[in-house]
């Protein structure tokens, strides 16, 4: 699939040691990109970049941190612009997900999820809007959100909280940076088969392709396809919209204990 207006493009893509975040940088590095990609996992992002770097036309540089931590943010940017000099594309992909009764939900597990789905949305946005703006050439910016920020799921209330609120800060944010030419468009995943989703049941993809109106699960590929049409030219008018890519479940898909 060719993407126009990606090659020789910077793009920041956090924690893209494995799964979605991975596959979205080997697409851009596939069509020509230049890739800082970020995990708070040292040992797996030096094997991603490791294995991505040299493999296609674009340059890859692994940066190690937390990225919901604001300093570490800024220190990645920095990086980022240390060693090619501009920044076009940011996809804040890190996240976490905490699955908790509401009633017994605790504090310290609010503030985890709020710090890396949120403040590190917003504070990584926040940092490259401004190189953006500075470079005067426009850029784009992709949320992901998920099918449970757009859908109730039981035990999800605050990671469903963090998501959904991303949807909406795509929406302010094609309004406050649209003049400047710069794009912010958010996907929400369904359920995808990752490294992660693997371990949390023994048939994931076996379980979701029975939940999903299409009857398969999601894969990387799927989110990072959609995710490389909107940083592409051909979507340079499409702004402020929420994408859902999950075989149709936040439409018309079942609940677990509809089976």
């Known amino acids: 699939m ?10 920041i893509v956090t924690g893209a040691g494995e799964g979605i975040g991975y596959a979205i940088a080997s697409l851009l590095l596939k069509a020509g990109a230049n890739v800082v990609l970020n995990d708070v996992d040292e040992g797996r992002g030096n094997k991603a970049a490791s294995e991505l770097d040299g493999a ?3 340059s890859c540089h692994f940066f190690v941190g937390d990225a919901g931590d ?4 800024n220190k990645m940017v920095d990086f980022t612009l240390d060693h090619f ?19 017994e939900f605790t504090p310290d597990s609010f503030q985890k999820v709020v710090k890396l789905n949120l403040q590190g949305a917003f504070f990584l946005a926040q940092r490259a809007a401004k190189e953006m703006i500075k470079q005067g050439t426009g850029g784009r910016i992709v949320l992901m959100s998920s099918q449970v920020g757009v859908r109730a799921y039981h035990n999800l209330t605050a990671y469903g909280m963090t998501k959904a609120a991303l949807q ?5 944010l094609a309004y406050e940076l649209g003049e400047h030419q710069i794009t912010v468009n958010t996907i929400a ?12 049941q023994p048939d994931y993809a076996g379980f979701w392709g029975r939940l999903n109106p299409n009857k398969r699960v999601g894969r990387p590929e799927d989110i990072a396809n959609t995710c490389l049409f909107l940083l592409s ?16 479940w936040t439409t018309a898909g079942k609940y677990p204990e509809d089976l």
């Open 56 to 58: 296609f036309s674009g």
């Open 189 to 200: 995943p369904g359920a995808t088969l990752t490294e992660r989703t693997a371990k949390e």
């Open 85 to 103: 000099g501009r920044l076009d594309f940011v996809i804040p992909n890190a996240g976490i997900t905490l699955f908790g009764d509401f009633l």
């Open 2 to 11: 060719q993407y126009s207006g990606i090659k020789d493009k910077v793009a």
């Open 168 to 172: 909406f800060m795509g929406q302010n």
């Open 233 to 248: 030219d051909g979507a340079s008018h499409i702004n402020g919209q929420l994408i859902p890519v999950d075989g149709g």
């Open 70 to 73: 604001v300093p570490t943010i």
